[in-house]
């Protein structure tokens, strides 16, 4: 796949909510944080707006991000909030120019969309802290400087604690994936992830158990889960319900639904709806190093 340049001082990084909303103080907050690392900003017009659930109406959204897809002074777009909108628009999407000329794609959550139809386009991009996370001081200080090394043309191999319920393990393969809501949602759909062969990582947000288990059996019936290079899965938060009244918490449910696979599979990987979120190359090829230790992707 398709890696975009290297930023450098004096690049112009745009800011826009292709999706939800977000409050201008919490974009500034970033803004100012780029701007001190030598980049200029651009923020967009669907930043700080509200139009219903969404930043903008459908058409501003889109237009505002296929400008700053085809601007050839835009350097890189970091998506300011995930939320949900992109899959109302991404159809209406022309790759042409970013393809032609590549450029970082920054965010997570609903931008999963976002980054599948990159991939369907040979073009990698970055599953990393979106706006709010540049304004968490020296908690997220270690999130948001291994995106700036990341851009920078770096990448930091990401590391996670042993977890009793791993499965050990090494594998290589193309890193994909993202949230498992917007990763389920996408099946059936142009642009389906294709997942035989490479590293997926999944997390989500605020869930009952019920539906993870419904969502990775939908995952599963459509062969996303076979044959993989290996399994990171990182971060489900802020569940609705107690494990206990399902009768399995996510880890259990993962280990039934993969039982026979023999790719190796971590848990409680730094990448998740919270702070804890480690910029990641999708598209890349990575190194996945399961141990009795620890369990470390490292981008090839």
Excluded at 34 to 63: C, M, P
Excluded at 89 to 95: A, M, N, R
Excluded at 141 to 158: H, S, T
Aim: include cysteine; aromatic fraction near 6%.
């Amino acid at each position: 796949m398709i890696q975009p340049p290297k930023l450098t001082p004096g690049c112009t990084i745009g800011i826009l909510c292709p999706a939800g909303a977000i409050p201008m103080e919490k974009v500034t907050i970033c803004a100012q944080v780029l701007e001190s690392w030598g980049y200029q900003v651009r923020i967009g017009k669907t930043v700080g707006t509200q139009f219903g659930h969404f930043a903008a109406s459908d058409l501003d959204r889109q237009n505002e991000l296929q400008s700053m897809m085809d601007h050839p002074e835009i350097d890189a777009i970091l998506c300011a909030r995930g939320g949900y909108g992109l899959s109302r628009i991404v159809s209406q999407l022309d790759f042409s120019k970013i393809k032609a000329h590549p450029k970082w794609i920054i965010g997570f959550s609903d931008i999963t969309i976002l980054h599948a139809a990159l991939q369907k386009q040979g073009i990698q991009s970055i599953h990393g802290p979106m706006a709010a996370a540049f304004g968490k001081g020296d908690a997220g200080l270690p999130y948001i400087m291994a995106l700036k090394q990341m851009l920078e043309g770096g990448a930091l191999p990401v590391e996670a604690k042993a977890h009793s319920a791993n499965r050990l393990g090494q594998s290589e393969g193309v890193l994909v994936g993202g949230n498992l809501c917007l990763m389920t949602h996408l099946i059936g759909s142009e642009n389906q992830m294709v997942t035989k062969g490479k590293i997926l990582c999944i997390e989500d947000v605020g869930e009952y158990h019920y539906n993870v288990d419904r969502m990775l059996i939908q995952c599963k019936n459509a062969g996303l889960l076979d044959e993989l290079a290996g399994l990171v899965v990182g971060g489900f938060t802020d569940m609705k319900d107690d494990a206990k009244a399902f009768g399995e918490n996510v880890t259990e449910l993962i280990l039934r639904l993969t039982k026979g696979a023999n790719y190796p599979i971590c848990f409680d990987f730094p990448i998740s709806h919270e702070l804890n979120n480690m910029p990641v190359q999708l598209g890349a090829t990575y190194q996945l190093s399961v141990t009795e230790h620890a369990a470390v992707l490292t981008k090839i």
